[in-house]
């Protein structure tokens, strides 16, 4: 099993579908985070999970739900999402906040 | 000022050179850094992190930290090819860690 997992690796969407994105890890990781990755922008925080209690919402659209039913599974559910939302969405692990981060693979996604 | 700043290049450097590539922070208290690779279309894959003032090396990157100039910078001796990517710094933040928005490296055969 590699550290970090997500699914769907690729995912293409209309604006009035809703979808989910799952992220697993095996690493034993206390925080899990969510980030979204624009063409030519920095990598953009959005949510932080640590133990499974949310610390941090980076001012994200509450078209963006996420979920952290425990430490090793984080979901990002979607729904009435924008053709601007189209980005490559981020998993990653931590020991603890702030420490080095372990990415998943990411899901690409486009909304038409 | 920007958290984190990197030159985002491109660098392009020839094949068996020296890249070198640099970042900035703002806050003063920082006490850790993190050097990224990405390459395209894949996700960030954590390579480097130094703690103390001065060089940390492994195998052909070296790491190098200037906490009184807020200045971490990673060199990589004889690029190869491979090594053409897209390198983020990142500084912990608080409770979540800030990157960059990249350096894209291109070595050239």
């Known amino acids: 099993e590699t550290g970090v997992t997500q699914t769907p690796r690729h995912l293409v969407m209309g604006m009035t579908n809703k979808k989910s994105l799952k992220c697993e890890q095996h690493?034993?990781?206390?925080?899990m985070y969510w980030y979204k990755q624009s063409a030519k922008k920095p990598l953009e925080l959005m949510f932080v999970?640590?133990?499974?209690?949310?610390?941090e919402n980076n001012s994200v659209p509450s078209r963006f739900s996420p979920e952290c039913p425990n430490s090793s599974h984080l979901f990002l559910h979607l729904h009435t999402l924008q053709p601007e939302d189209s980005a490559l969405y981020l998993c990653a692990s931590s020991p603890g906040v702030g420490a080095e981060a372990f990415f998943g693979q990411g899901t690409r996604l486009t909304v038409v | 000022q920007k958290e984190v700043e990197q030159n985002s290049g491109p660098l392009s450097v020839p094949e068996g050179a020296i890249a070198s590539l640099n970042c900035t922070y703002s806050d003063r208290g920082s006490q850790s850094f993190f050097w990224y690779r990405q390459y395209s279309g894949k996700s960030p894959e954590l390579i480097m992190f130094?703690?103390?003032?001065g060089d940390k090396e492994d195998g052909r990157f070296t790491a190098q930290l200037n906490k009184a100039s807020q200045y971490v910078s990673l060199l990589i001796r004889d690029s190869q090819p491979s090594d053409s990517a897209t390198y983020l710094c990142a500084v912990p933040w608080g409770r979540n860690m800030r990157f960059g928005a990249g350096t894209r490296l291109t070595v050239k055969p």
């Open positions: 130094i703690y103390s003032n």
């Open positions: 999970y640590n133990f499974k209690e949310q610390t």
């Open positions: 690493l034993g990781h206390n925080a």
